[in-house]
T-cell receptor, first 112, second 110 residues
Framework: NAGVTQTPKFQVLKTGQSMTLQCAQD?????MYWYRQDPGMGLRLIYY???????DKGEVPNGYNVSRLNKREFSLRLESAAPSQTSVYFC???????????FGSGTRLTVV | KNEVEQSPQNLTAQEGEFITINCSYS?????LHWLQQHPGGGIVSLFM???GKKKHGRLIATINIQEKHSSLHITASHPRDSAVYIC????????????FGKGTKLSVKP
């Protein structure tokens, strides 16, 4: 029972490089989310997808794009990485907004 | 928009002690979430509650809707309980995405 699978676990990028973080869930959840976690701050929502075919901005969307490829997969893309995007990124899913959440194991991203 | 505050930020306890972590929120909610983040970074959902009390093993979560306050209790604490505990509430009160507190870092010493 995999739950939410997130890749990669670690990544180092140079400023200006691009990358895509992958997330897949096998629980048939409608809603998926991307968060970032920075020291001294709570999880902050980057983008979310309330259902297949829809995506919306969260609290801190600048510098990111997302794709809800199908019901299972929700990817996060950094087009031109900046040091301010150094963070730990978590993908999560839920049956609906406000319902129980399942989190991926996180991606530790460093931008130098 | 809901604001979620946790206290304390850091908590050190001796094995066997009774632990209480507090969470307050500003907008009436439909349900409050408690999560645990392990030292390795993984996050798991512990409770989702809308009233009264829920218990799972040595963990007990309570909520007072009128006072907009929830507590997470750990009985007979153990070093393996060392983790960051996070509460979260819907941003719009009854609906919407979750707003997360900054977390309480718990360290239980043997």
């Amino acid at each position: 029972n995999a739950g939410v699978t997130q890749t990669p676990k670690f990544q180092v990028l140079k400023t200006g490089q691009s990358m895509t973080l992958q997330c897949a869930q096998d629980m048939n959840h409608n809603s998926m989310y991307w968060y970032r976690q920075d020291p001294g701050m709570g999880l902050r929502l980057i983008y979310y997808s309330a259902s297949e075919g829809t995506t919306d901005k969260g609290e801190v969307p600048n510098g990111y794009n997302v794709s809800r490829l199908n019901k299972r997969e929700f990817s996060l893309r950094l087009e031109s990485a900046a040091p301010s995007q150094t963070s730990v990124y978590f993908c999560a899913s839920s049956a609906g907004q406000g319902l129980g959440y399942t989190f991926g194991s996180g991606t530790r991203l460093t931008v130098v | 928009k809901n604001e979620v505050e946790q206290s304390p930020q850091n908590l050190t306890a001796q094995e066997g002690e009774f632990i209480t972590i507090n969470c307050s929120y500003s907008v009436g909610i439909s349900a409050l979430h408690w999560l645990q983040q392990h030292p390795g970074g993984g996050i798991v959902s512990l409770f989702m509650l809308s009233s009264g009390k829920k218990k799972h093993g040595r963990l007990i979560a309570t909520i007072n809707i009128q006072e907009k306050h929830s507590s997470l209790h750990i009985t007979a604490s153990h070093p393996r309980d060392s983790a960051v505990y996070i509460c979260a509430a819907p941003e719009g009160g009854s609906q919407g995405n979750l707003i997360f507190g900054k977390g309480t870092k718990l360290s239980v010493k043997p």
